[in-house]
């Protein structure tokens, strides 16, 4: 309780009902989101560990063109010449 009083200069209390006020406000669009993932890239896609790369898509694909996966340990090992 100190250190969020020392901070940021109110209590545990107020800190949470922001908190709460800033779920109910997203959790609509977060769950929404999650649906529309699990229909365009099926279930598996909302596994913690397949959600960053199901999501990442297009922006992968736009930026494979500057940073190509193919030459990936190439580009690392010449960085350390």
């Known amino acids: 309780d100190m ?3 020392q901070a940021e200069g109110f209590d545990k209390k107020t800190l949470f009902g922001m908190l709460e006020d800033l779920e109910k406000q997203t959790k609509p669009i977060a769950l929404d989101a999650r649906k529309r993932l699990a229909n365009e890239k099926g279930e598996s896609a909302l596994e913690p560990w397949n959600m960053g790369y199901a999501m990442a898509g297009d922006l992968t694909k736009k930026q494979d063109e500057y940073f190509p996966f193919a030459t ?3 580009t690392w090992g010449q960085s350390f010449s």
């Open 3 to 5: 250190k969020v009083t």
């Open 72 to 74: 990936a340990v190439k």
